[in-house]
């Protein structure tokens, strides 16, 4: 009996837990957001080809990592490392930023599964993706 009970709060704090996510506003806007979402928009334009090229992937974790160094000719390749950077960084700081917006920076981990899950379901074909099985082409 007593596990049960244990269970039946555990289900409780979780169906709890869950509610109050479902309540958070991941499309906020307040100037942090909007200053790393403009940003994010300004990088776009360079990202874009090596998104296409397969060089630069998105990852199962809501960010973005060098999938083929070989597919951006050497001298190149310090600028694309630091465009991904760069990316990350403002993708770090908007799932904080958003978090932080809707009183609840304990959801940052949440934030950022969310915006992955959306990312990799909005990229383009031919885009690769990384999963629980490595990278795969879309």
């Known amino acids: 009996?007593?596990?049960?009970?244990?269970?039946?709060?555990?289900?409780?704090?979780?169906?709890?837990?869950?509610s109050a996510w479902a309540a958070a506003d991941i499309e906020i806007n307040t100037?942090?957001?909007?200053?790393?979402?403009?940003?994010?928009?300004?990088?776009?334009?360079?990202?874009?080809?090596?998104?296409?090229?397969?060089?630069?992937?998105?990852t199962s974790d809501g960010f973005v990592a060098v999938h083929d160094a070989s597919a951006v000719p050497l001298a190149q390749r310090q600028a694309v490392n630091a465009l991904v950077a760069a990316e990350n960084h403002d993708r770090k700081a908007l799932y904080s930023e958003i978090a932080r917006a809707n009183g609840h920076p304990?959801?940052?981990d949440d934030i950022r599964n969310?915006?992955?899950?959306?990312?990799?379901?909005?990229?383009?074909?031919?885009?690769?993706?990384?999963?629980?099985?490595?990278?795969?082409?879309?």
Not at 2 to 16: D, H, P, T, W
Not at 32 to 56: D, E, I, N
């Open 31 to 58: 100037p942090g957001v909007v200053a790393l979402t403009q940003s994010m928009q300004a990088r776009y334009p360079q990202l874009a080809p090596h998104y296409a090229s397969g060089a630069v992937g998105l």
């Open 106 to 108: 304990e959801w940052t």
């Open 1 to 18: 009996m007593k596990s049960f009970i244990k269970l039946a709060v555990l289900l409780f704090v979780a169906g709890s837990c869950a």
């Open 114 to 138: 969310t915006f992955a899950q959306r990312w990799i379901q909005r990229a383009q074909a031919g885009w690769w993706i990384q999963g629980a099985k490595g990278w795969a082409k879309k």
